[in-house]
T-cell receptor
Framework: KAGVTQTPRYLIKTRGQQVTLSCSPI?????VSWYQQTPGQGLQFLFE???????NKGNFPGRFSGRQFSNSRSEMNVSTLELGDSALYLC???????????????FGDGTRLSIL | AQSVAQPEDQVNVAEGNPLTVKCTYS??????LFWYVQYPNRGLQFLLK??????LVKGSYGFEAEFNKSQTSFHLKKPSALVSDSALYFC????????????FGKGTKLSVKP
């Protein structure tokens, strides 16, 4: 069974640009979450989608947005990029039915975004 | 507010010795607890979880974790460390019944020397 796939693996952008990252969950998984990982702040939750609806949102500015498609694939978008947005962005999927709280999330290898 | 603490930034052990990576949590109600491992340039891999029941949970790669409700701890253990266990380890909590994102600790770098 294929794991969580994130594309691209590496991305270099400049300040002020925007970027779109993609995540394909494990087949059959309907819940997709996004996390930002930086050396200083660690792993921080961005948002979670289930059945094309945002179910939960972390404490990030409105420049960070996401969506989920009917096939459960998800994208996140960051507009007006800032230097501080340089990070590893991780996507995780889980089955997302019934008691979501006790389901482990399965992570992709991430997209490393560098802002120049 | 829910939180997870991993008091050690780094743990060093010799190969063949037992290892412990510490985690304490703060959450209202009964928690769901997880351990993940991250190798360089990779995502997080699920190791084990505690839901309910037996306080000793067994997971992947010979790892286990002990849940202690009175001490609000969920320490990761392995009886005999391998050099290949060297990685970054994250403890995480998700509140029961919450809409709940995972809340991660800062991570502990485990270094196993031959």
């Amino acid at each position: 069974k294929a794991g969580v796939t994130q594309t691209p693996r590496y991305l270099i952008k400049t300040r002020g640009q925007q970027v779109t990252l993609s995540c394909s969950p494990i087949s059959g998984h309907r819940s997709v979450s996004w996390y930002q990982q930086t050396p200083g702040q660690g792993l921080q939750f961005l948002f979670e989608y289930f059945s094309e609806t945002q179910r939960n949102k972390g404490n990030f500015p409105g420049r960070f947005s996401g969506r989920q498609f009917s096939n459960s694939r998800s994208e996140m978008n960051v507009s007006t990029l800032e230097l501080g947005d340089s990070a590893l962005y991780l996507c995780a999927s889980s089955l997302g039915i019934r008691d979501r709280a006790n389901q482990p999330q399965h992570f992709g290898d991430g997209t490393r975004l560098s802002i120049l | 507010a829910q939180s997870v603490a991993q008091p050690e930034d780094q743990v060093n052990v010799a190969e063949g010795n037992p290892l412990t990576v510490k985690c304490t949590y703060s959450v209202s109600g009964n928690p769901y607890l997880f351990w993940y491992v991250q190798y360089p340039n990779r995502g997080l891999q699920f190791l084990l979880k505690y839901i309910t029941g037996d306080n000793l949970v067994k997971g992947s790669y010979g790892f286990e974790a002990e849940f202690n409700k009175s001490q609000t701890s969920f320490h990761l253990k392995k009886p005999s460390a391998l050099v290949s266990d060297s990685a970054l380890y994250f403890c995480a909590v998700r509140g029961r019944g919450s809409q709940g994102n995972l809340i991660f600790g800062k991570g502990t770098k485990l270094s196993v020397k031959p």
